[in-house]
T-cell receptor, first 113, second 112 residues
Framework: GENVEQHPSTLSVQEGDSAVIKCTYS??????FPWYKQELGKGPQLIID?????GEKKDQRIAVTLNKTAKHFSLHITETQPEDSAVYFC????????????FGTGTQLKVEL | NAGVTQTPKFRILKIGQSMTLQCTQD?????MYWYRQDPGMGLKLIYY???????DKGEVPNGYNVSRSTTEDFPLRLELAAPSQTSVYFC???????????FGDGTRLSIL
């Protein structure tokens, strides 16, 4: 089955700096890659997603890049703010069969003042 | 719309007890999913459903059962609770046409 690895497990940045979280996947048939943000005591919230027919997608301060050849994708957050502090999860899925997601192990992002 | 609602939010069980974690959605989600999240780990899929009356196993189904008698509800049943089932459980739903999964706020379950 699919395996998703995520790095780093913890990331500390200064407010205003950029943060990058990287994920690799194993199954070349995966074609959908969402990123979720999880705040303490809450469920994961989708922040951005990308499909395999696109190499990059942006939404304000957040961007995701996908390299299908290398089977890795990354989340980029620019101009970080304290409210960006949370756990971020990447995931991958293969279309069909319920579109089951395989998650990475998460990155604890801390934005320091 | 309330989205995906899970009850209870917290529960403590004794070993060997049984319970049902409730999940209901009001977004006409066709697909529904149950995950467990252990400390420092990602979410692992327990069971999923592609529509009323249809369920299938995920990655970690042992010790759990599900049913999907209506589109709105997708309860998760633990028959004989074991300490290894101490976890945070999340329910999610999604519609057709490449829509993303939307998660509830979870049920934190401790088995002592």
């Amino acid at each position: 089955g699919e395996n998703v690895e995520q790095h780093p497990s913890t990331l500390s940045v200064q407010e205003g700096d950029s943060a990058v979280i990287k994920c690799t996947y194993s199954d070349s048939a995966s074609n959908y890659f969402p990123w979720y943000k999880q705040e303490l005591g809450k469920g994961p919230q989708l922040i951005i997603d990308i499909r395999s027919n696109v190499g990059e997608k942006k939404d304000q301060r957040i961007a995701v890049t996908l390299n299908k050849t290398a089977k890795h994708f990354s989340l980029h957050i620019t101009e970080t703010q304290p409210e960006d502090s949370a756990v971020y999860f990447c995931a991958a899925s293969i279309g069909g069969g319920g579109n089951k997601l395989t998650f990475g192990t998460g990155t604890q992002l801390k934005v320091e003042l | 719309n309330a989205g995906v609602t899970q009850t209870p939010k917290f529960r403590i069980l004794k070993i060997g007890q049984s319970m049902t974690l409730q999940c209901t959605q009001d977004m006409n989600h066709n697909y529904m999913y149950w995950y467990r999240q252990d400390p420092g780990m990602g979410l692992k899929l327990i069971y999923y459903s592609v529509g009323a009356g249809i369920t299938d196993k995920g990655e970690v189904p042992n010790g759990y059962n599900v049913s999907r008698s209506t589109t709105e509800d997708f309860p998760l049943r633990l028959e004989l609770a074991a300490p290894s089932q101490t976890s945070v459980y999340f329910c999610a739903g999604r519609g057709y046409s490449n829509q993303p999964q939307h998660f509830g706020d979870g049920t934190r379950l401790s088995i002592l």
